[in-house]
């Protein structure tokens, strides 16, 4: 098993306790990210600490995280990666 290369924070600053959509728990994880750009498709972030609820997947962010993906995503990418593309109408 492969170790983590970014563990998850231990104390909880202001995800809520229960889901706003479903009311199930919110537990804390790291997740990847994306957020549609309009030159480029697509930028990815991976190793995001959020809090997860368990029952639905609804994501909550901290807001020194958001912050820090504000100020990320606004500065040149760590990589870059060209990622294969499947067209489901085509070949039918």
Not at 44 to 53: L, M, R
Not at 57 to 65: N, S
């Amino acid at each position: 098993m492969s170790q983590k290369l970014f563990e998850p924070p231990k104390v909880k600053k202001t995800y809520p306790r229960r889901c706003a959509i479903c009311a199930g728990p919110i537990e804390e994880t790291v997740v990847t990210l994306s957020f549609p750009d309009g030159s480029s498709g697509v930028k990815i972030v991976h190793q995001v600490p959020a809090g997860v609820c368990s029952s639905c997947g609804e994501e909550y962010l901290a807001a020194d995280v958001a912050e820090r993906l504000e100020r990320l995503l606004n500065s040149p990418p760590h990589d870059e990666v060209k990622s294969p593309v499947w067209k489901y109408a085509a070949n039918l």
